[in-house]
């Protein structure tokens, strides 16, 4: 098992311009998360999608899209890069809400 | 608002010695609280995880305890390896529409020097 991927580990983008970030998980876990982690700040939830074919807004959902292609795949969307968008993105995955989650190995992303 | 709250912000140990760290939450209903490890460049990994009637938990050189009433959690290191320098990270869910959302603490930066 793979356990949760993300594509691409790193990234740089100019102001305005449009990216998605992939992530994707073998271990038929229901419910799938995504986190931006800034330096001293804790992770904070972006968007989650508790079974296929939900999303919801987490606590920083502004200048995001997410997309819960199927049971395996959840990817993350910046229309209109900004520069506070700077950040370490990361992917979770649980089985049930309430059990373990599950993180991927991050995306460096940088906006110039 | 759910908060949680860790405690002290970084640590300095000498290897081989025991340390505690500590979080506070305010986060209803509550539903389980977890501990992760973080390791530098890396995602989080979990250590331990308790629901509401848990008390204690362990993993290896880890132990973990949860005082529900007083809303209080801590994670104890034994014997302390250079391995175990990295972000603790205190995870607090609560329920919410039938889902789980957690709320994280800034974490406790150890460093165990030789």
């Known amino acids: 098992n793979a356990g949760v991927t993300q594509t691409p580990k790193f990234q740089v983008l100019k102001t305005g311009q449009s990216m998605t970030l992939q992530c994707a998980q073998d271990?038929?876990?229901?419910?799938m998360y995504w986190y931006r982690q800034d330096p001293g700040m804790g992770l904070r939830l972006i968007y989650y999608?508790?079974?296929?074919?939900?999303?919801d807004k987490g606590e920083v959902p502004n200048g995001y899209n997410v997309s819960r292609l199927n049971k395996r795949e959840f990817s993350l969307r910046l229309e209109s890069a900004a520069p506070s968008q700077t950040s370490v993105y990361f992917c979770?995955?649980?089985?049930?809400?309430?059990?373990?989650?599950?993180f991927g190995p991050g995306t460096r992303l940088t906006v110039l | 608002k759910n908060q949680v709250e860790q405690s002290p912000q970084s640590l300095i140990i000498l290897e081989g010695k025991n340390c505690t760290l500590q979080?506070?939450?305010?986060?209803?209903?509550?539903?389980?609280l977890r501990w992760y490890k973080q390791d530098t460049g890396r995602g989080p990994v979990s250590l331990t995880i308790?629901?509401?009637?848990?008390n204690t938990k362990s993993n290896g050189r880890y132990t973990a305890t949860l005082d529900a009433d007083t809303k209080q959690s801590s994670l104890h290191i034994t014997a302390s390896q250079l391995s175990d320098s990295a972000s603790y990270i205190c995870?607090?869910?609560?329920?919410?529409?039938?889902?789980?959302?957690?709320?994280f603490g800034r974490g406790t930066s150890l460093i165990v020097h030789p």
């Open positions: 979770a995955s649980t089985a049930m809400s309430y059990n373990e989650q599950f």
């Open positions: 271990m038929n876990h229901n419910s």
């Open positions: 999608s508790a079974s296929e074919g939900t999303t």
């Open positions: 979080c506070n939450y305010t986060v209803s209903p509550f539903s389980n």
């Open positions: 308790m629901t509401f009637s848990e």
């Open positions: 995870v607090v869910s609560d329920r919410s529409g039938g889902s789980y959302i957690p709320t």
